[in-house]
């Protein structure tokens, strides 16, 4: 048995059972998927959040009771589509989403609607198909599990952080659920792809004040040389400007004036 309850709701339906659902509404399976797809964490979701008071457990209890939803009702389903009760899947649908998703449910299916391309009503009819067999689901994972319904409720919890992965960050905020905290860091740190556009041109502007800077840094510590005279000494101004032979060497101690011979 699969712990996590949100990998054994999407096992339990097959692409032939999500197929007849859409068949149902006129959509054809890659659409149907679509909407299954996103429904599923949405409707678990839902349920982690009514259960997290013992109230709303024990609420989400009675709903499977008064349902007699017992996990058959997959199995059942292509009998239930012949024999021409879509109508009352549907309609129960409704009522559960109603009392699990309640004044969330209009946002959600306006936000997902758009993002797929569905219309709302078309939307809300499929969604209400599949409210009925996920919580039948559930249900028969209850039934199955040994033990208090406490260890089931925890069950049920532990997969909050996994669906608020699985939908998109506004559906998370409408069920005013945590978000994933890597998710948090993600928008804090890392820019949108609309904002690349700016922050290239930050990085140019800086790239370019860098070059400025260091130009003037090395204009004013660093002057360029330039050909100046000579300052020399007075005297040995006078002594350069004078030619070679005029210059005569200082006598020294030991030099002796030589006589000339009578």
């Known amino acids: 048995m699969d712990l996590n309850?949100?990998?054994t709701v999407k096992s339990r339906f097959s692409d032939s059972t999500?197929?007849?659902?859409?068949?149902?509404?006129?959509l054809d399976p890659t659409t149907a998927k679509a909407g299954f797809v996103t429904f599923v964490p949405v409707f678990l979701a839902a349920m982690v959040k009514t259960s997290r008071q013992q109230s709303g457990f024990d609420h989400?209890?009675?709903?499977?009771?008064?349902?007699?939803?017992d996990g058959t009702m997959i199995d059942r389903l292509p009998a239930m589509l012949t024999s021409g009760k879509a109508d009352e899947i549907s309609k129960r649908g409704r009522l559960l989403i109603d009392k699990l998703?309640?004044?969330?449910?209009?946002p959600i299916v306006a936000l997902v609607s758009s993002d797929l391309g569905f219309k709302v009503s078309t939307l809300r009819s499929l969604w209400s198909m599949l409210a009925p067999m996920i919580i039948d689901t559930i249900a028969g994972e209850s039934v199955v599990q040994a033990g208090p319904p406490e260890k089931f409720r925890k069950r049920l919890l532990a997969t909050q952080n996994e669906l608020v992965t699985a939908m998109p960050l506004e559906i998370v905020d409408i069920l005013e659920l945590p978000r994933p905290p890597s998710q948090d860091a993600t928008?804090?740190?890392?820019?949108?792809?609309?904002?690349?556009?700016f922050c290239f041109s930050l990085i140019m502007a800086f790239i370019l004040t860098a070059i400025i800077v260091f130009a003037l840094v090395r204009y004013v510590f660093n002057p360029a040389k330039v050909d100046k005279p000579n300052r020399?000494?007075?005297?040995?101004a006078?002594?350069?400007?004078?030619?070679?032979?005029?210059?005569q060497p200082m006598p020294g101690p030991d030099s002796v004036p030589q006589l000339a011979a009578p």
């Not at 999500?18 to 006129?26: D, H, N, S, T, W």
């Not at 006078?238 to 005029?246: F, H, I, K, Q, R």
Request: aromatic share 8%; net charge negative.
């Open 187 to 197: 928008d804090e740190f890392v820019p949108s792809v609309n904002s690349w556009g």
């Open 60 to 69: 989400l209890q009675e709903i499977i009771r008064d349902g007699q939803y």
């Open 18 to 26: 999500i197929a007849a659902i859409g068949g149902q509404l006129g």
């Open 232 to 236: 020399l000494a007075p005297q040995d």
């Open 5 to 7: 309850l949100f990998n």
């Open 101 to 106: 998703l309640g004044p969330d449910a209009d």
């Open 238 to 247: 006078d002594e350069s400007a004078m030619p070679p032979s005029a210059v």
